[in-house]
Each structure stands twice: as structure tokens, then as C-alpha cells.
């Protein structure tokens, strides 16, 4: 099973597109984006997602990626 990677469309808008679209290329990922992840506090400070629920924020797209990748390398 592919990890899922999810995105609210207000953190996309303000933060976190171009995560999303690095992300969105690779095929051993499900990525998929919502009106609301309920994470709003975070979700209008940073770019954030979640991994199969787990909530991953950081202080750049890039290091959202590369966040990403480490938290799906160590648990998956």
C-alpha cells in the first residue's frame, strides 16, 4: 500500500503548491488534496500535509518535501 500523502486546498493556496506538485510526480505516492484537513491553526502558519494521518509542517515547501520523505523513510 502507497503512503497518502494529504493536502488542504488553503495551505496549497498560501504555502505548500509546489510540495504538492514535487510530491504528486512520484508513483509510490498517493497525494490528494481536501477542502479542510481540521488543522487550521497550523494550517494558516505553515506548509504542512499529512502522512497516512500523521501531521508533518515545516518552514519551506522544500523542507516540507524532504519532511515528507524522512517520516514515510523511518515508518514506512
Request: net charge negative; with cysteine; aromatic share 10%.
Given at each position: 500500500m502507497k503512503p497518502i500523502v494529504e493536502f488542504c486546498v488553503n495551505n496549497l493556496a498560501t504555502f505548500s503548491q509546489t510540495a504538492f506538485e514535487k510530491l504528486d510526480k512520484?508513483?509510490?505516492l498517493d497525494?490528494?488534496?481536501y477542502q479542510c484537513l481540521c488543522h487550521c491553526t497550523r494550517c494558516s502558519e505553515?506548509?504542512?500535509a499529512l502522512v497516512n494521518g500523521e501531521q508533518i509542517?515545516?518552514?519551506s515547501h522544500e523542507?516540507?518535501?524532504e519532511k515528507v520523505y524522512n517520516f514515510i523513510e523511518e515508518n514506512f
Amino acid at each position: 500500500m502507497k503512503p497518502i500523502v494529504e493536502f488542504c486546498v488553503n495551505n496549497l493556496a498560501t504555502f505548500s503548491q509546489t510540495a504538492f506538485e514535487k510530491l504528486d510526480k512520484d508513483r509510490n505516492l498517493d497525494v490528494v488534496e481536501y477542502q479542510c484537513l481540521c488543522h487550521c491553526t497550523r494550517c494558516s502558519e505553515l506548509p504542512m500535509a499529512l502522512v497516512n494521518g500523521e501531521q508533518i509542517s515545516a518552514h519551506s515547501h522544500e523542507q516540507l518535501v524532504e519532511k515528507v520523505y524522512n517520516f514515510i523513510e523511518e515508518n514506512f
